[in-house]
């Protein structure tokens, strides 16, 4: 029997042995190694299913390119790279890959958090460096992090996973949320820069595009205070990063773990050079457990889809 036919934006490098395992159950056309992608569209026209990532997304103009697409399966959790608009005018469903990662990018947050707080990273280069032999230098004091105040701005999967470990630190939670959720007891602020101004910790995790751009601006950072951290595994797009910097240079913001930033894999180097910023390479999901799960519900969408039944994990498109 032929293998059904399937085009792929970019690599799934992030899950070893993907690539390969698509190749395996489909005739894969990779669509990131053509040298005239144009061409290979227009000689495809007939492909219904698009597999992609987070970081790949889809345009509306690959979008339009296929006539015949019906879905976008897509690895990872966010699908603020994906044209959603695009596919709700031409009926095309979307999946993504929820639940699966969010210990994982919970885990990272709190790293982040604690690695910030108490000056982790620099720690290491102060033992490395030879530092610490030195009796005229020392590592500046950290700040406590149990017992504090976690705010957190969105408590979707990720945010209640983070707001659950914030209890194994004896914390009190407060978030943000685009409305009230009725399943929880921990306060709710309606105004953002109220719920910083009552943080120690800010942790961002809500989604990404252009609803939520600068959702954390100059005015929440500041309400943060010189003595607050904020951290974000979320999209570098949600925090107004220029004033983010001015205001960690200034010491009217104290601190900041993040794993995402506005212009990746590009980062300022006026944030490079703050010793009281942690930063990683967004990589909030990126273990051997996470990774291979999120593909494996990638394979489970497709197989779903190619056996005429309900798709696992469809994205809300209207």
């Known amino acids: 029997m032929d293998k059904p036919t399937i085009i792929q934006v970019g690599s799934l490098a992030g899950s070893p042995g993907a690539n390969e395992m698509l190749q395996s159950h489909y005739r894969v056309i990779a669509l990131w190694q053509a040298d005239d992608r144009a061409t290979v569209l227009k000689d495809n026209e007939h492909v219904q299913v698009l597999v992609t990532s987070a970081l790949h997304g889809c345009s509306a103009e690959l979008i339009e390119s296929l006539p015949n697409l019906k879905l976008i399966c897509s690895w990872g959790v966010g699908y603020d790279t994906i044209d959603l608009q695009a596919c709700h005018r031409r009926a095309i469903m979307v999946t993504n ?89 921990y306060r709710y602020y309606s105004d953002l820069v109220e719920l910083a101004r009552w943080s120690d910790f800010l942790v961002v995790a809500t989604v990404g595009g252009s609803d939520t751009r600068d959702l954390i601006d100059r005015q929440v950072l500041r309400a943060l205070g010189p003595s607050g951290i904020i951290v974000n595994i979320a999209r570098g797009t949600v925090i ?25 894999p590009h980062v300022p180097q006026s944030l490079v050079q703050l010793p009281q910023v942690v930063l990683m390479p967004h990589v909030g999901s990126a273990t051997f457990e996470t990774s291979q799960a999120m593909f494996d519900l990638v394979l489970e969408n497709l197989q779903a889809y190619f056996s005429d039944k309900a798709l696992l994990t469809p994205v809300d498109t209207s």
């Open 240 to 264: 107004e990063e220029q004033a983010m910097v001015e205001l960690l240079q200034s010491g009217e913001l104290g601190g900041a773990g993040l794993d995402v930033f506005e212009n990746e």
């Open 97 to 185: 890959t929820p639940d699966v990662l969010s210990d994982c990018v919970a885990d990272e947050a709190w790293g982040l958090l604690i690695a910030s707080a108490r000056h982790i990273a620099a720690g290491d280069q102060f033992v490395r460096q030879g530092r610490w032999q030195s009796r005229n230098d020392t590592l500046p004091l950290g700040r406590r992090v149990s017992g504090k105040k976690l705010g957190i701005v969105g408590l979707g999967r990720i945010g209640l996973a983070i707001a659950k470990r914030g209890q194994g630190f004896n914390m009190e939670v407060a978030y943000h949320n685009r409305r009230v959720r009725d399943d929880v007891a």
